[in-house]
């Protein structure tokens, strides 16, 4: 199979021709559909999170179709269309796993991190972490969802019924949050990189009823704020704008340092919290309420080949909503 490899952090990924997969027990062999790239991504080929798996395929927010099935997973069929995240295995023993919270998990291990990915024509994955995927969205469509989606979702559900809700970054996330926020009659207040016209207004158009620059306050104190930018110092600029009581949730997997911030922006019972990785319920829900609302994500297709041409466009904020490879 065909794949994009990344052999070194810090070095471009390298086109290879792979054996392909063989899948072990409890796995499902996957033909790739489609395969979203995210922000995680650029962390991992950045040298940002340590000791991933090398070389690596990257890539967690697969859709594909099951070409050889597991003998455990009856669900699964050959033919099925499925979805794999970001997490692709638990211990399913330990406290976290046990409290619901396999997202916390230690022994956890991470698609396109630990495991293998989906920048490549084949993969196989744990048939107990994949999702049967919802029939309306098109594969490249439904890629997004998969983290963009996920984490987007349980972002927000971290800010309870906040009314008044700014999310700073726009990109892949906040353009599936935003659908979901409106779907619930919040008001969103959407924040970008400085002078950013185009994200402003691509914000607008998906409902915001206010978009700036992120150093600018709201018009109105917020009752939350999601940070899906890898910026630390957004930190502080987000507690600053919202009220008494509220809660500044940081999205990403990474950011860099946070710069020291008096205590008054944090006074007032406000909350300042993180939000890591998925958990599988997470994943049924968010699946089941995007055709709902319905949630319709905006996708920049590329080939498989231009990986690193959909990476650099990510990183230079040049992506209207999601990245999605198409081998
Ligand atoms: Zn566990
Ligand atoms: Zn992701």
């Given at each position: 199979m065909r794949a994009m490899v990344l052999?070194?952090?810090r070095t471009p990924l390298v086109e290879t021709e792979l054996p392909d997969p063989e899948p072990g027990p409890g796995q499902a062999l996957l033909r790739v559909l489609a395969c979203g790239v995210c922000r995680t991504d650029l962390h991992v080929v950045d040298g940002?999170?340590?000791?991933?798996?090398?070389p690596l395929v990257p890539g967690h927010q697969i859709v594909g179709t099951v070409v050889a099935g597991a003998a455990?997973?009856?669900?699964?069929?050959?033919g099925t269309r499925v979805g794999v995240p970001?997490?692709?295995?638990?211990?399913?023993?330990c406290a976290y796993c046990r409290s619901?919270?396999?997202?916390?998990?230690?022994a956890a291990r991470f698609t396109g991190y630990q495991i293998d990915g989906g920048y490549a024509e084949l993969t196989r994955a744990d048939a107990r972490y994949c999702f049967p995927m919802?029939?309306?969205?098109?594969a490249a469509e439904a890629a997004p969802l998969l983290c963009a989606g996920l984490i987007g979702h349980r972002c927000l559900a971290a800010t309870?019924?906040?009314?008044?809700l700014g999310l700073y970054g726009f990109g892949a996330a906040a353009h599936v949050v935003i659908q979901v926020a409106r779907h619930q009659n919040r008001d969103v207040f959407a924040f970008t990189r400085a002078g950013d016209a185009t994200a402003q207004a691509f914000a607008r158009e998906l409902g915001a009823i206010w978009a700036g620059d992120s150093d600018e306050p709201p018009p109105a104190p917020l009752d939350a704020a999601i940070i899906f930018?890898?910026?630390?110092?957004l930190v502080p600029m987000a507690l600053r704008a919202v009220a008494p009581g509220g809660v500044v949730v940081c999205g990403g997997i990474h950011m860099s340092d946070i710069p020291s911030f008096p205590y008054a922006i944090l006074w007032g019972e406000r909350v300042l919290r993180s939000i890591a990785n998925l958990t599988r319920r997470d994943g049924e829900e968010f699946l089941a309420l995007a055709p709902r609302v319905p949630v319709r994500t905006e996708v920049q297709r590329y080939p498989l080949a231009e990986a690193n041409a959909a990476l650099a466009d990510l990183r230079g904020g040049r992506v209207r909503g999601a990245a999605v490879l198409v081998p």
């Open positions: 052999e070194a952090p940002e999170l340590p000791d991933p798996k090398l455990n997973a009856r669900h699964l069929p050959v970001w997490l692709g295995h638990t211990d399913g023993t619901g919270r396999e997202n916390l998990c230690p919802p029939s309306q969205y098109a309870g019924d906040a009314h008044r930018a890898p910026v630390g110092a």
